[in-house]
Structure formats: structure tokens, C-alpha cells
């Protein structure tokens, strides 16, 4: 090699040596539905590298490896992906029931954490990662990713710039069709039945913690105060193999006052769903597949003024993105875990309301 070769070749080591010294180093544990999301951001970001992967299904790993060009280490055992020294960040998208333990454990062996939602099944364990996430002074997260998409990233700029005056209702309609059949299969070790997982109470919590939880989150950063009272109605009135609930009705009162109505239905596909946020001076109101549009209490219909300072891009990159510059600036996350808990509260409290049929309060949160 002449000179004028070798100061290119060195340049070229140097730079790869920074980049990977600046790469944040991902292990995904869960590689089903979700996992295919995460990593989707991961190969559009370059500050990311992803070191190893843990499933169950080892043919799973493989093609998420040969996204990956085969150079992540595989595991069966989840166990062995968070012992792993090459790992700083463990990602993790597994059915609900097994967020507590993968979480917890990863944390105490001093990993970065970004968890997918919902936190935990139930409020004490999710008490319990959010306790151990503090001790543990690593960067925990929640992937509520829908902070980052642009309609709720424009609603909530709007009702915290004063659009629709002081906020004083909410009315949520969601509507959709079953459960994907591709779900991974969950034998309940308490009855033995085996079943796509979001079919069972114990591997899911709820349909309003699997599902609804993103609407709740929407609507807890919007009001900004604890669930004060919590009224509910639903069932399985559609189909008879799920253990979860098919429809809900839910009635929550905020301790500043704000009332939230929320309706789910998962027998109803392609029916868009309404959204109606009213103020004392406006209301915000769009269905899922439409614009947003502003009534005036005092007068004619107006222009939602447009929202500001938001790149488009996928909303799991900037999520991603959110996380990781945390982790650089030793800060907490936005999407932490009193965010992820406040909004899950929305969904225990819906829950406790239903099967135990009565009002629950801030006392059942105490
Ligand atoms: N943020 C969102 O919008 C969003 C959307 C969908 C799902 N999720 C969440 O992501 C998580 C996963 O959901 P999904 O749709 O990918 O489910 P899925 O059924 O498609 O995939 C689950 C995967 O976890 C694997 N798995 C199960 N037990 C495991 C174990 N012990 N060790 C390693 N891997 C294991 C399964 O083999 C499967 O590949 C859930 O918590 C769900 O609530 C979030």
C-alpha cells in the first residue's frame, strides 16, 4: 500500500471506530408482530446497532438477523441475551405478562430498558418496575409511540396552546376487528388452556390495557391530573372463545374536573372511530380517518391553526431517537414510566369497575 493509500484507509478505520463507539447497542427480546416495528426504526437509524435477538421461535431470529446481515447473536433463552456484554439497551416486545420479570431483570443487570406497552398487567407490578427502574438510575421507557405521530403531537399543541380555551370533556369512540390470528400461543399455567395470548385475562390484563391504553395515554397527557372516579360496562357479548372483553364502556372523572367517556368495540371492523375534545370556548373533534375540525362555541366554524416544529417521520424512529438522546444527556425519558402508569391507570381502573362492578377511585390507586 503507498501513503497516498494508507491516510484514506485510516481515515475510513477511524470514522467506523467513532460511529460504533457512538452506537448504542440493541438487544430486541420478542421478535414477533411488534418486534418487526422496532425493527424497522432500527435499520433506518444509523446511531443504532443491533447485537443480539431473543425468541423462542429460532426461525424468527433468523429472518430478523438477515435484515440485520447475520451479525446478532440469538437466543432461545432471554436470560442469556441481558448477560450479554455486547448489549447496553434491551428492547423488549413480548406479550404483556412478561414485561415485570424481563424488565426488572435487565435493569438489575444495569441495561437501558425500553419496554413495549403496556407496562404491566396489573398497577402493582407496574409500581414495582417503575421502583426498580429509579434504583437503578438506567434510562427506562415505554413505547407509547403514538406522543410521536402527528395528529396527537398537533392535538396536544393545540389544547396546550389555549385553542379550545380550558378543557373540559373528552369523548372517545375505537372500533376494530378481532385479534390477529398470527398471535403467539400462551398456555395459562392456572386452567391450562392454550390460546393466542391477547385472548387470555392472565397473559393480556385487558383488552383496554392491550388496546385502549394508547387513547388513555393521549388523554392523560392532555388533561394532566390523576384519575379521580372510574365507572364501566362491557363483556364478551361476540366471541366465545376470548377470556378478554369485546366491548367496553367507560366513564372516568379527572381530579381537576375534566370527564372522559371512552367506547371500545372489537367486533366492528372498518368503522372509524370519533374523537370530541371540548373546551369552554371550542371544540376539537375528527374520526380516525378524517380531519380535525374546530368548532367556535361563540361562532362559525374555524381553521385549526397548523401544527408546528414536527418532522414527519416514523414515529418508532423519533421515539427511538427521544430514548436514546436520555440515555447521552443522563436524563429521563419523556415516555417514563409515571406517563406509561398514568395512563394504564385509566385502563386497571376500567377493569377493576367491571369485573368487580362498582365506582373505583383514587383510594384503589393509593
Ligand atoms: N406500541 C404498539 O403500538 C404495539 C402494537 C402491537 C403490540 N404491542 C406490544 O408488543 C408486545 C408484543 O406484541 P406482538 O404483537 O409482537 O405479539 P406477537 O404474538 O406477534 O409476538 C410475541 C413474540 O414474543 C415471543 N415470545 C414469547 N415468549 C417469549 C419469551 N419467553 N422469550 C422470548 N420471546 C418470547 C413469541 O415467540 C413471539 O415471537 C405486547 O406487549 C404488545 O402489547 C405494542
Redesign the pocket.
Known sequence: MTRREIVPAVAAASLAMAQSANQNRIGL???????T?HLSAYLKMPEVKVTAL????SS?MDSYNAKLGGTAAKYID?RELIRDSNVDVVAI????H??PEMAIAALRAGKHVLL???IAVNYKLARQIQAEAKKSGKVFAV????RYMARDHHIQQMVDNGVIGKLKAIQITEYRGDW?P???HYTDPKTGRTAN?RFLKSATGSTEL?FSV?AFSQVTQLVKSPLARCTGSGGRLHYADHETRDLTHGLIDFENGVRFNYTFCLFAPGVPGQTVIVGDKAVLRYSSDGPILLDSLAGPAQQPPALTGFEPEQAEVKMYREFLGAIAEKRESALSAELAIEAAKVAYAIDMAIEQNRNVTARDFA
Open positions: 427480546i420478542g421478535n414477533g408482530n411488534r418486534g416495528v431473543s425468541d423462542l421461535e424468527r432471554w416486545a413480548v406479550p404483556n412478561l414485561h413495549e406497552k403496556p413505547g407509547m409511540q403514538r390477529s398470527k398471535g403467539w395470548w392491550e394508547h
